[in-house]
Every structure is written in structure tokens, then in C-alpha cells.
């Protein structure tokens, strides 16, 4: 069992840049395919970005391609969502998921674990 823990979100004006951290304990993250997915108020849960067990690929939603990066450090166990060019609406709760599978998943139901998320606010 691996838990997940996101920080790292917050209130930020529109243009500006968050970094989320996704912190694992109980596992060794280098072992899964690693995703964030985020959900505002009254909508499902959507795919953001995914990275592969190896760190070699990756996947955007085509929303945050280009203002988002997704990456991984083995030493600390953590994953990161490096968000740039904010807008109002990428506000929303961000989740970080891990599954066992090499990965990279772009589908919500395949993912086995996630944290509790971390709000993020972009204010116009």
C-alpha cells in the first residue's frame, strides 16, 4: 500500500506559477506510473498529466499542454506538477495518483491509489 500526500497549493493571481508535490510513504514511487488529476465544483474528476514508471514519457491534457510540466524525483520520492500561465480555470482540487502499471495513464479508473488533494485557487 502507498500513501500520497500533495502540498503545495494555494491562492495565485492569473499568470502566475505553483509548484504541487505529491510526497510518498510506505513504497518506493520509482515503482509506478505516477498521474494528477484535478476537479472543480460540480464537475468530474479530469485528467491533467501523467508520467511513466521510468520517467521517459509523459502525457498532458491538451488544456495545460505547454503551461504544465509533470517530473519526478527518485531520491525524494516525490512527484511534481510544475504549473505555469495559470488561468481562473485550471481552479480546481489536485490529486495525485500511483499505480503499479509502467504507465503513462491518462484514465481515472485505472489509477489503484491516491492522496486526499490540495486546492488551487487562480484568482483573475
Known amino acids: 500500500q502507498v500513501q500520497l500526500v500533495e502540498s503545495g497549493g494555494g491562492l495565485v493571481q492569473a499568470g502566475g506559477s505553483l509548484r504541487l508535490s505529491c510526497a510518498a510513504s510506505?513504497?518506493?514511487?520509482?515503482?509506478?506510473?505516477m498521474g494528477w488529476f484535478r476537479q472543480a465544483p460540480g464537475k468530474e474528476r479530469e485528467f491533467v498529466a501523467a508520467i511513466s514508471r521510468s520517467a521517459g514519457i509523459t502525457r498532458y491534457a491538451d488544456s495545460v499542454k505547454g503551461r504544465f510540466t509533470v517530473s519526478r524525483d527518485t531520491a525524494k520520492n516525490t512527484v511534481y506538477l510544475q504549473m505555469n500561465s495559470l488561468k481562473p480555470e485550471d481552479t480546481a482540487v489536485y490529486y495525485c495518483?500511483?499505480?503499479?502499471?509502467?504507465?503513462?495513464?491518462?484514465?481515472?479508473?485505472?489509477?489503484?491509489?491516491w492522496g486526499q488533494g490540495t486546492q488551487v485557487t487562480v484568482s483573475s
Open positions: 510506505g513504497r518506493t514511487l520509482s515503482n509506478y506510473a
Open positions: 495518483a500511483a499505480d503499479l502499471s509502467p504507465g503513462p495513464l491518462v484514465v481515472r479508473h485505472l489509477y489503484s491509489y
